[in-house]
């Protein structure tokens, strides 16, 4: 089973590597672009077959490791 | 009917039909196989073969192409090296020229290692990865020394900030975005081993617009007991390859740096971009010298152009032996690796180490501890024949000596003088302030803070002048950076990079010694003695004979300062072929400096110290436009190239080292670009200071404010010692008069007739947006 | 304790890189000190000599670095195989006074760990805080000045000066707090006296950057845990243990470092132990 990860930056939170992108796309002349977001992504490779238990599995590593709640939600999304 | 016929074998290797080849077809194999290798050599290559009755393997081929590569054999360079420049017998030599890097004499026990590499061609192709790997590569030339890195140097050159992208010719990236991608390679990179970035330079020209230049340096610090060779131990010893997987990353990346690039190198040549992994690096640093100190290896030496195929040659070739190597032994980062792709790879984060058989064990323990990987793939042999393996078959058999002493050449070359005669005719400007305004914010003069500031320069705790100097808050560029390389002594090693190619793109001789002299007078401006360099030499497609007659002309310059002054070349690289069909480098003879710090707790920084003392200057001041950044701002061609006489050098350079001894001189800095101007502005930057200058009657104002003359420092000291100083200096025939005092808070210059004044304040704001402004905040 | 029953263990890991300095600034005060892998407190295929326990030492230093490279967060790594090796064992040293200090990356692990600011439990399961990507959005090596708000700690008490330098270089530095309840912590650190370190200029004013190089929250730069004897701070004491590594010391020096203060001060505090 493969399952993606995002990580992102909880609400009011500051992005400083989203606002210098953004800061950079404009010098580069796109001046449609409004917000820009830094996300991270796991993708994650189990020997699990079973969803639900895949499901948890996942939430416990990133409880543990892969999101610090202080700053960082996370979303799994099943493949 | 193909030349590639497919052996008969249980994997994929080729016999590539040469014995029945004509010129022609000669010429297509090396095309098609992208080995870079002339006719004539190719059919060198044919004779080899011939006589033994058979046609090579593509294992065989592309290992020649490897060894045989400009990056590699020096075929090029190598004629004019060793007529001008190599051979400088110094006492504090102990291992120079022959190896990866230099090793010189730091005191009785110590010695220290220099290498300084170019990583022009990935660099230009993708920066973050290029600037990264050239960083990984640059630390293992010191290691396998057996010394321990202590300071990174960098020195980069690309085309100017501002340029339209519409007038970027295609497939050539902006300006800006390389230089932030370099940048960011070398902070991601250098900071993650922890290894200090402490000097280097940022310089802007049109002619780097197509070919950006990246080169690193290295200074290592070893006990003299635990310096290793890079060559094989004895027959029989062990080949013990050691750290990263090996990959199909950086395949053919010295046959990519030993051609021109064009708009088709992007995606032709990704494959020649290796990754770094600096993660892998930091354990493996730790574990090489670990056994080394154990006394367990009897060689060591990194994997860098072409990959196995010159390691394992050039460690046998320099031993007297041979070697046996099993090409299935290599731990893969990817299944299906051909075998010639082995051979070749180029994949970061390698070391080779030779081992005795009865150390093996000791050996990979301790590269286990580190969990670094360590495999032996091969053994030394008596005879000089190298016979590779893949799965017990016999794939490669040929001479080392064939191998790796390739071809050398003296191309043709011509000699052109570009440097005009004009003298005097320049009109005086009408408003000199904003002459100064511009100079001060000029791109190759303003503040580099963005990207120093972005490197660890301080991690291993041992830097002692920073590159950045003065007031915390108001720091100015300072002229070296000094490290205390050992816990328990006082000594220091101070190190700059120097080069300016203004100067040497209208005369690359005295351009050369113009860069040697300010190399010296760096290393002097903190209170250290020059001991030695490594040389860079970033030239164009040397098949051209004018860019190698500039070759010629900057290599027999650094001959004349070297030896004159007993400075030894210790190390160096050769880059050629930095060269589009639009534009080619200016000669960029990148020189990276060492000097002896006898305790650091004497040395000297550039940042005016108090008010009221007295300014004396250093040297004389001639008109010397050519190349100014005066020039530049004038928007005019203007002659003579500042220039050096080593003679003249070596008499101030010592004269000023016992000022340091008897006298407390408060702060040093030399004029260069931008002159008296530009240098007492960064003087009083640095301090947050302003001080009052007298022009001389005698001279034009632009000629003493702005003139780039070469062997000059100014000197901030006690009013009380200004006349012992003015004797003690005239003594030793060292040119020297007052120019003015410290106080206030404007750089304020007095003629005859009127004051020309600006604010230290507004020259600092000019200073530090000089760049940024060009970076969009 | 006397002096020469002191034993320091400087924590390292791939990646960690400020050991060896950190290391002398305990020697350059007559202490024992090491470099020790965390590999050599578990792992089987380390040999008997080199086999450590964690109660040989009377001090724990996580040092600065970009352990593990710094993937996913920094410090996450080297706090999870921390986590899953040593979490007892450390949470005993800890609540037996002895002294567990994080500097730069260092911090980060502590954070991470949950060993910081530790207002409940010794260890909390998750982390109560985070270490932020800088404001200015790069790493930043620069010169730093704090202000020394606490001395009743295990690493302040003999610094006799109210501002000391410690050079700063990091990218990960901005002190976090969950969103709301930013008050609150403060509140709570100050009632506690955790807070240690914050960024001043060099008159001693509280300002923002580049004074404040990574725009942390009331310009924290370090803090400890109620008890004192865990302390976190970014920017790194042992670059200015010397007074020749001092920015500027060529425009007036120090006859003492600052960083030597800092480590002169965990020295005692063991002694009293």
Known sequence: ?79 | MSVYLKKDLPFEVYEIDILNSDDAQLSRISEDMGLALNTDEMKRIRDYFRAKGRNPTDVELQSLAQAWSEHCCYKSSKYFLKKYLFGINAPQNILVIEEDAGVVEFDENHAYVVALESHNHPSAIEPYGGSATGIGGILRDVVCMGAQPIALVDPLFFGPLDIPFESLPKGVKHPLYLMNGVVAGIRDYGNRVGIPTVAGMIFFDEGYTGNCLVNVGCVGIAKKENIIRSRAGNAGDLFVLTGGRTGRDGIHGVTFASTELDETSEESSRGAVQLGNPIIKEPLIHACLEANEKKLLTGMKDLGGGGLSCVVGEMALSAGYGAEVYLDRVPLKEENLKPWEIWVSESQERMMLTVRPENLEEVLYIFDKWDVPANVIGRVTEDRILKVYYRDHLVYEMDIEFVTKGPEYCRPFKVEKREGEIHGRVPEPVDYLSVMRSIISHPNIASKEFAIRQYDHEVRGNTIIKPLQGIPGNESHGDSAVIKPLADSWKGLAITADVNPYYTKIDPYWGTTAAFDEMCRNLVSVNSIPHSFADCLNFGNPEKPLRLGDFQESVRALGWMARTLGIPCVSGNVSFYNETPYSYVPPTPTLMGIGIVEDVRKAVTMDIKKRGSVLILIGETKEEFGGSVYSKIRGIEMGRVPRSDPVRLKNSMEGLLSLFREFSILSCHDPSEGGIFACLAEMCIGGGIGCDVEVPDEMRKDVFLFSESTTRWIVEVREEDSRDILEFLNKRNVPTRIIGRTGGRELRFNTGTENLSISVKELDELWRSGIVSLMGG | MELNEIRVAVLRIEGTNCEDETVHAFKNLGVEAEAVHLKQFYSDTIREEEKRNIRDYTAIVFPGGFSAGDYIRAGAIFSARIKSVLRKSLEEFIENGYPVLGICNGFQVLVELGALPAFDKTISDRPEMALGINNSGRFECRPTFLRVESRNTAFTGSIDRDIVMFPSAHAEGRVIFPDGREEEWLERLKENGQIVFRYVDPGGRYSGYPWNPNGSIYNIAGICNPDGNVLGLMPHPERSFHPYTHCSWTRGRKETGDGELFFRSILEYMMKL
Request: glycine fraction near 4%.
């Open chain 1, 1 to 79: 089973m493969i399952a993606e990860v995002y990580i992102e930056l909880k609400k009011g939170v500051a992005d400083p590597e989203g606002e210098n992108t953004l800061k950079a796309l404009k010098l580069l002349g796109f001046s449609t672009v409004r917000n820009v977001e830094t996300v991270k992504m796991f993708r994650i490779h189990m020997d699990e077959e079973d969803e639900e238990r895949a499901r948890n599995i996942l939430e416990d590593m990133c409880e543990r490791l892969l999101a610090n709640p202080v700053i960082q939600s996370y979303r799994i999304v099943m493949k």
